[in-house]
């Protein structure tokens, strides 16, 4: 692949995954974006966790993770569950506010998923989750290689 055509291909994929991103927060009634969202579903998902664990598998910074947490914590979506043994062991925790935020969230994301790939034809959006599963797949192993 020449090098101009990678540059234009990041950017062309950047530019779809922000107005993607835009397009979902406009239109989501919560303060909150695509990342305390994916926060969420990770907690539901998975339970309480370590910030740096969410950090982790979101791929984001300590820092980012902390602003993120503070956030739904504030917007009582999260909270903060101490160790009495311990006071530095912290878990992340979703409420009950942030089960119902998540679920809302899953509902307008369905409608904007639908309105953004209706205007690929089904084999076209079977390929495209080829594809895109194949780079993150490909994405995943060489930041675990690094």
Known sequence: MKESNLFQLI???EYINNSNIYHFTKRFPHKL??????????????GAQKQTVL????GCTPGAMTNIANKLVKQGYAERQYNEEDRRHVLMEITMDGKAV????????RQVQKEIFEVLSEEELDQYMAITGKLLK????RNEEE
């Not at 950090?55 to 979101?58: F, I, S, T, V």
């Not at 490909?138 to 192993?141: G, N």
């Open 102 to 109: 998540l679920k809302d969230a899953q509902v307008y994301g």
């Open 138 to 141: 490909a994405a995943i192993e």
């Open 55 to 58: 950090a982790d598998k979101l």
């Open 33 to 46: 974006g695509v990342s305390p969202v994916l926060v969420l579903a990770e907690l539901q998902k998975d």
């Open 11 to 13: 950017h062309i994929t």
